[in-house]
């Protein structure tokens, strides 16, 4: 709900500002937080030492924890754990600050590796020192930042939106003003008007004008010249979804998508398929070459078959599986979906798709990085959901493709795999193959490969 300006207020701004400075609030309340950190990593390493190395936690716990913490805390201002959003959502500020202090552990460790220290090192001490500091911080986090909130209020920084007479919207936790009702006009030519506008705006963190198009300019004239952070609300560029602007030398863009993971992110998540799809191949490779014998003794034809897929940013590749159809029925297009009693698979064909078997190939499109060990899964370009093929289900179906295509992934997890008879089953899938997208992280691609153990043989394979 947006907060009404109290009547009677218009006239006492000439000498009152809207609300408090937060400004130092804020930046105690990170002081704070900083030296409670640190407070609670020399804790906790000293207990551990104090507990493990018969009362003796300066020599062992206390160093241990000066090495950490600088690291710790370099680490903790790139994540954002002393930031705006920090002091809102104790849940963001635990994981930035167990974040860092997982960064800051495995670098303590490769550093003190390389340099051969870790023999003064007390590797009970070291993890008993890192798991409690963890949980204390963790703790800290959701406590403070609870009381803050019961203190402070919903908001840790002020928000005034003007409403100028453009779109409605509807803003939380924001003081409100009526341009008009208190006389704010962005006209340049009058320092009084100027010198009003500015009385209203001490102490704001955030303005957001609302203002009809031909007085933008002038709006966004007065908020640089005011030096505040300012804002323009407006509804012409709906329809691009912007996320974004891009300014340049002389010309600018709008800036429409990104992608989903940063370098850091791809990195963790190439180096998890890489090592898994290694894993997998070698581990797997006596059945693979069962499989590859029966099919071949079979009916004498090519032990793969090779489907062309989209893949990641909507470009085709080659994805291998075990070919369980006759050579003669086999479908490259994919328009015809399997269905329980297909008259095309072969005996050994029913066997490795009810087990999922024939899917064991795609590990080497892992490892040749054209798929991931988990992702939207890829499907064949000629598929029908109901009557319609599978892009014409939704609008949102492209987007599925802005992350490398998976051998397994959370649609299929939740069992939403085999023939899409209706709209409805690849509506499914699409939705989790975007919430997905929207909240990757390492820990759920591993939960996901745990879990597609369990539906490996499942009802709908076939």
């Known amino acids: 709900m947006n907060a009404p300006l109290a009547p009677g207020l218009r006239r006492a701004l000439t000498i009152t500002p809207l609300a408090p400075s937060l400004e130092r609030t804020r930046l105690r309340a990170y002081l704070a937080f900083l030296l409670l950190d640190v407070a609670l990593i020399l804790a906790a390493f000293s207990l551990a ?95 403070v930042i609870r009381k803050f909130a019961r203190s402070w209020g919903p908001a840790v920084n002020n928000l005034l939106h003007i409403d100028a007479g453009g779109p409605q919207v509807a803003i939380g936790h924001a003081i409100r003003l009526d341009a008009a009702e208190h006389g704010l006009a962005p006209d340049v030519d009058d320092p009084e008007a100027l010198d009003r506008v500015g009385r209203y705006l001490v102490n704001m963190d955030r303005v957001i004008v609302s203002c009809e198009e031909e007085a933008r300019g002038a709006w966004a004239y007065i908020l640089r010249a005011s030096g505040v952070r300012g804002e323009l609300v407006t509804d012409q560029l709906k329809h691009l979804s912007p996320i974004g602007l891009s300014v340049q030398d002389g010309w600018s863009a709008l800036i429409v998508s990104t ?114 060990m988990v992702g939207p899964r890829p499907h064949a370009i000629g598929s029908y959901a109901g009557d319609k093929l599978f892009w014409q289900v939704n609008d949102d179906y492209w987007h599925r493709h802005s992350l490398k295509p998976g051998v397994t992934g959370l649609a299929q997890i939740r069992g939403y795999r085999g023939a899409t008879a209706q709209e409805e089953d690849l509506e499914n899938r699409l939705r989790a193959d975007l919430e997905y997208i929207r909240t990757w992280s390492p820990w759920r691609d591993a939960l996901i490969v745990l879990k597609t153990l369990g539906v490996m043989v499942h009802r709908q394979a076939f």
């Open 259 to 372: 992608g989903p993971l940063g370098l850091r992110q791809r990195v963790l998540k190439r180096g998890f398929d890489v090592a898994l799809s290694l894993a997998g191949l070698v581990a797997l490779a006596p059945l693979m070459l069962l499989v590859a014998l029966l099919i071949k003794l079979e009916d004498g034809g090519p032990v793969f078959f090779v489907q062309r897929r989209l893949g990641r940013g909507n470009r085709f590749f080659g994805m291998y599986k075990f070919r369980s159809m006759r050579v003669h029925d086999t479908d490259a297009d994919g328009k015809r979906s399997a269905s329980r009693d297909d008259d095309r698979v072969t005996r050994i064909g029913r066997f490795i798709r009810r087990t999922s078997i024939d899917e064991l190939p795609q590990l080497a499109n892992v490892l040749r990085g054209e798929m991931s």
């Open 49 to 143: 030492g104090w507990l493990y190395l018969n009362f003796k936690p300066v020599k062992y716990g206390l160093l241990q924890a000066q090495l950490l913490m600088p690291l710790y805390l370099t680490l903790a201002l790139y994540q954002r754990a002393y930031s705006i959003q920090s002091l809102q959502d104790w849940r963001f500020a635990a994981k930035s600050a167990l974040g860092a202090l997982a960064l800051a552990g495995g670098l303590l460790i490769f550093v003190t590796f390389y340099t051969k220290s870790t023999a003064d090192f007390s590797r009970v001490v070291f993890t008993g020192g890192f798991f409690a500091s963890g949980l204390l911080i963790a703790a800290s986090r959701a406590v």
